[in-house]
């Protein structure tokens, strides 16, 4: 750990800050928050966790330039004005985490950076990450095969058969850039890695004989990174191109943000999990308003919260909205780093150096100030699930089937049809609207934390000794975050009480939260279309957004693993679990799901048994070695990539064509047509291309005419490293509602002045040849959700100048700026609904071109079909001037190559 970085610090050290940290017979240099309080900043002691840690990266990056004196002085102002201040700072990760499907054309953008460098005269060597990068192949495997023994050797088969190209090329990526490490398929998901071996809570560098030792900061290019701020690790999601501006040594520039404090008192309650606890959070933060701002967790409740607990709630700070959801460092965080088999010096190093810099929280640390707070007992947390459409739509337990009845009659619109069923040809059963189809033990929200997933095993195992089974139509699974927890369930033989209820293990990364929960069986699929039936899909996950997790099914509800279990054995939504059985035991008594609901005692009893330090130690001993499939993987070695014309998986992309040295002009944008109109809540999951991919879309259609037969299409996901396929599925998602066409399903617009309905990509093709230029308009939040680089790069690539919207999410707009589109903002009150807009106006938007200032309104002139015009104001939302220099230089990569080539 601590590998070498080749990006510098240069501190002025205008706080003599610098000092000595002795830890056994080693010796660190570091810069003391303390001292520097002495010397000029003055209260920031009193700062919270997170913010103490960004001030510490200021202080050590202080140069002169990028990091000025008065930059640090703004962080120790935050005292007074909380965060309110708007204030631009330049902060450095220590390192970057990657997942394959955003990793791939992270590294596809890096080999087309080295021709790029190479065709302007360049050293094409010279592009190399500047920080450690760690890829995690997480999200190429697919529940194809579930519910026997030979499911994971057979989705293995699968995953590798279809996925040779990419692996291939990462496979190239490992050995031609330095500082890049990949942890191969079938090892867990990136996050649940990252917690239980990458990070170190204290990162270390040596340069010139001295060892520098400083908090663990990351970004990563998952939103989900932000579980690891559970282990007292600063970390959050960013799209791929601002990873990539991180990776080759560009600091990422960010408002001082406010930090709310979320205070817990009490205890959880018998019978409630993590999972109802972080529901609980996310609810009441998103009704708060959390969104840019970091989230602090503090208060006596930490003192009966789990290392894992707390990692549950840090991973879902996107569903609640904020950047991340910290935890300090504290003694259930040594905790963690021995029993997860972190090196003894290194373990000693957190908690000197924590202590050190008065960042190791006690029951006695005073409360830190913040910019607002507020709390949860933790003894008020009720069993719950979230559904059907998104994770902050907590419904009790005890609601639930009340809930998804009313969800029928109201945004389902199929009131008066519950009760109806229809048959499934070959089957003895029927199904209908409410029937659970999927049932996941999925996603690192969960699968990271074995309180639950004993907790899943324990309640299987109680089901199975009672008689009972899980419901034929349930397509059942179990992908589990990593390899430790598949040993403790083999060796407290909970797997095989899994495995009777159809949980075999499928595979290792994240499955079904991100759309790759496999076909449904084709008769199941058949009736619930036919029917037009309301089914519905129970995850561990964190993600449940309409259309996301299969495209059969329209309900979806995040719940805890054991309820997952729960509701396989009911097999309906239309179940009360908490006064209706699940079903009828082998002594034809009804089983009820508090017979069957194990105690925090028997957990425990597991959990102190089979889950050790030898075992992590094991787990991890060859982490980047691999399988025998992994290393038979055959690679040309070289400096440049040699691009294949024929790969549909990897292409280089078109971003550098035709760039010259110099940046060319911003010109304004005249005569633009509308591509699409949306309402609020877009997520990048509808503008991205995710999940299968449609044999009658225009990403199938090239797909067909490259010779891939449909049952190799594979998934969006895993072509993100294929321009051509990804722009052709960009806003393409099924359940996407464009306006213009009165809100029918489907990727789909109208082009004019012909008002011809067609593809939005085949629309924005025809445009491009006509030269005309491309606006989007959408309502409130748009851009929330993960998928995030390509929502921007597909964007780009369709030739949309600007999108804009009543409001945007953080990174889904830094990276429309990352890709050189203009993200403009209505001012309150203002909408396109409120301007009337139908689609068919003409667009020009004036004021890019005499001297663009970050936030500086220009004024947008529509002229309807008819000659009637209208002009609006709207907010520039290029935020900060290291913005603006990426937006004048066509996107951040252009402005690194161009940074790089001089």
């Excluded at 902050?392 to 069923?421: H, M, P, T, W």
């Excluded at 999940?691 to 072509?719: C, M, W």
Aim: glycine residues 10%; aromatic residues 8%.
């Amino acid at each position: 750990m601590g590998r070498t970085s080749a990006v510098t610090t240069s501190s002025l050290d205008s706080f003599k800050a610098r000092r000595t940290l002795t830890v056994g017979s080693k010796s660190y240099e570091y810069f003391s928050l303390v001292e520097a309080e002495k010397n000029g900043l003055a209260g920031v002691s009193r700062l919270p966790f997170s913010m103490k840690v960004l001030l510490e990266n200021l202080l050590r990056y202080e140069d002169g330039r990028t990091v000025t004196a008065d930059d640090v002085r703004a962080v120790a102002a935050w005292l007074d004005n909380r965060g309110k201040a708007e204030r631009e700072i330049a902060f450095r990760p220590a390192r970057v985490l990657m997942q394959d499907f955003t990793g791939v054309p992270a590294v596809v953008d890096l080999a087309a950076l080295r021709d790029a460098m190479k065709a302007l005269g360049g050293d094409p060597e010279k592009i190399n990450p500047l920080v450690p990068v760690d890829l995690v192949i997480d999200h190429s495997f697919v529940v194809d095969f579930y519910g026997n023994a030979t499911a994971l050797q057979r989705n293995v088969e699968r995953e590798y058969e279809q996925n040779q190209e990419r692996y291939r090329f990462l496979r190239w990526g490992q050995q031609a850039f330095e500082n890049f490490r990949v942890v191969p398929p079938g090892t867990g998901i990136c996050h649940q890695v990252n917690l239980e071996y990458l990070a170190q809570t204290v990162w270390t560098r040596t340069e010139g004989g001295t060892t520098t030792a400083y908090p663990d900061t990351l970004v990563g290019t998952d939103s989900h990174t932000t579980m690891i701020n559970g282990l007292g690790v600063l970390g959050w999601g960013v799209g791929g191109i601002e990873a990539e501006a991180a990776m080759l040594g560009q600091p990422i520039s960010m408002l001082i943000p406010e930090v709310i404090g979320f205070k817990l008192t009490g205890r959880v309650k018998a019978g409630i999990t993590a999972t109802d606890v972080v529901l609980t959070v996310t609810q009441m933060l998103r009704k708060k308003g959390v969104v840019g701002k970091f989230v602090e967790f503090f208060g006596p409740g930490l003192a009966s919260m789990s290392l894992a607990d707390r990692a549950t709630i840090a991973n879902m700070a996107p569903e609640y909205g904020a950047t991340c959801g910290f935890f300090p460092v504290d003694s259930e965080t040594i905790a963690y780093l021995t029993m997860s088999a972190r090196t003894e010096d290194r373990i000693a190093l957190v908690e000197a150096y924590a202590k050190a810099q008065d960042m190791f929280r006690t029951a006695e640390t005073a409360d830190p100030v913040f910019t607002d707070t507020l709390e949860l007992d933790l003894g008020t947390v009720e069993p719950s699930l979230a559904g059907p459409k998104r994770p902050q739509d907590r419904v009790e337990l005890k609601n639930v089937k009340a809930g998804f009845a009313a969800s029928l009659a109201g945004e389902f619109k199929k009131a008066g049809e519950d009760g109806r069923k229809v048959p499934v040809a070959g089957k003895d059963f029927e199904v209908g609207h409410g029937h659970v189809v999927i049932a996941a033990i999925t996603s690192c929200t969960n699968t990271s934390n074995p309180s639950v997933m004993i907790g899943a095993g324990l309640l299987a195992r109680k089901a199975v000794e009672k008689g009972l089974s899980s419901k034929p139509w349930v397509k059942t699974s179990l992908a589990p975050g990593s390899q430790v927890v598949a040993d403790y369930f083999e060796r407290s033989g909970l797997q095989k009480d899994l495995d009777a209820l159809g949980f075999n293990l499928v595979g290792f990364g994240c499955a079904t939260c991100i759309g790759n929960s496999g076909p449904l069986d084709e008769p199941i699929s058949e009736a619930v279309n036919a029917a037009d039936l309301v089914v519905a899909a129970v995850l561990s996950g964190n993600r449940n957004f309409e259309g996301r997790v299969n495209p059969d099914v329209k309900a979806n509800y995040l719940a805890s693993p054991p309820l997952v279990v729960a509701y396989a054995l009911a097999g309906s939504m239309n179940v009360d679990l908490t006064t209706e059985p699940l079903g009828i035991g082998k002594d034809g008594q009804p089983v009820y799901l508090a017979d069957i609901w194990p105690t925090k005692t028997e957990i425990d009893a597991v959990i102190e048994q089979f889950i050790t330090r030898a075992v992590f130690a094991e787990k991890y001993a060859s982490v980047f070695e691999g399988d025998e499939r992994w290393r038979k993987i055959e690679i040309t070695k070289g400096l440049t990539y040699s691009w294949q014309s024929t790969s549909t998986y990897v292409q280089n992309p078109p971003y550098f064509v035709g760039m010259t040295k110099e940046p060319k002009p911003i010109t304004d944008i005249r005569n633009a047509r509308i591509l699409g109109l949306f309402l609020d809540s877009i997520t990048t999951d509808h503008i991205s291309p995710a999940g299968s991919i449609k044999a009658a879309s225009p990403a199938g259609e090239y797909l067909r005419d490259h010779q891939v037969r449909p049952q190799d299409f594979n998934q969006y996901g895993t072509r993100r490293g294929n321009h051509e396929v990804m722009m052709r599925g960009t806003f393409a998602n099924i359940r996407i509602k464009n306006q213009m066409l009165g809100g029918k399903e489907g990727g789909n617009t109208l082009h004019y002045p012909d008002a011809k309905e067609m593809p939005i990509y085949t629309a924005a093709m025809q445009y491009k040849t006509e030269g005309v230029p491309l606006v989007v308009f959408a309502g409130k939040e748009y851009g929330t959700g993960s998928s995030r680089d390509w929502a921007a790069k597909g964007t780009n690539l369709l030739g949309v100048r600007a999108v804009v919207a009543q409001s945007f999410e953080r990174i889904h707009r830094s990276n429309l700026v990352g890709m050189g589109v203009l993200p403009l903002q209505f001012r309150d009150g203002d909408g396109w609904q409120q301007l009337g807009l139908k689609g068919d106006e003409v667009v020009t938007i004036l004021g890019l071109e005499a001297g663009l200032k970050p936030r500086q309104v220009l004024q947008a002139e529509i002229v309807a079909a008819d000659g009637s015009k209208k002009t609006v104001d709207l907010i520039c939302r290029i935020d900060t001037l290291d913005e603006l220099d990426y937006f004048q230089n066509g996107g951040i990569l252009p402005y690194v190559l161009r940074k790089l080539v001089a």
